[in-house]
């Protein structure tokens, strides 16, 4: 089992930028990261291959970047033009055994973090 830490998490205006971060306890393979709002299901935000191919959801398309670093074991999320409809708990998951990433629509069992609280305000 993976440990998975996530840091980078806070308050922003709209407009706003964010960078998150999560580590791995060791090597993982696929890697993405999820996002809940109050109230709201756990949906996807972007994900990125062991070999560094990256999917994105509609909402993160043009405004999310996803970047790994394998030799670190980590991933961050580079979020601009934040929205308030951004809020939400942001939770990095992993699927430790498979280097490439299903799509992000599709249930897996992931390994999740704990999560990190981005909220943006208007």
């Known amino acids: 089992q993976v440990h998975l830490a996530e840091s980078g998490g806070g308050s922003v205006q709209a407009g706003g930028s964010m960078r998150l971060s999560c580590t791995a306890s060791?090597?993982?393979?696929?890697m993405a990261w999820f996002r809940q709002a109050p109230g709201g299901a756990r949906e996807g935000v972007a994900s990125?291959?062991?070999?560094?191919?990256?999917e994105y959801t509609d909402s993160a398309k043009d405004r999310f970047t996803i970047s790994r670093d394998n030799g670190k074991n980590t991933i961050d999320l580079q979020m601009n033009n934040l929205k308030p409809e951004d809020t939400a708990m942001y939770y990095c998951?992993?699927?430790?055994?498979?280097?490439?990433?299903?799509?992000?629509?599709?249930?897996?069992?992931?390994?999740w973090g704990q999560g990190t609280q981005v909220t943006v305000s208007s």
């Open positions: 998951a992993a699927l430790p055994w498979s280097y490439v990433c299903p799509p992000l629509a599709l249930k897996r069992s992931y390994e």
């Open positions: 060791g090597d993982v393979g696929c």
């Open positions: 990125i291959s062991r070999y560094g191919s990256a």
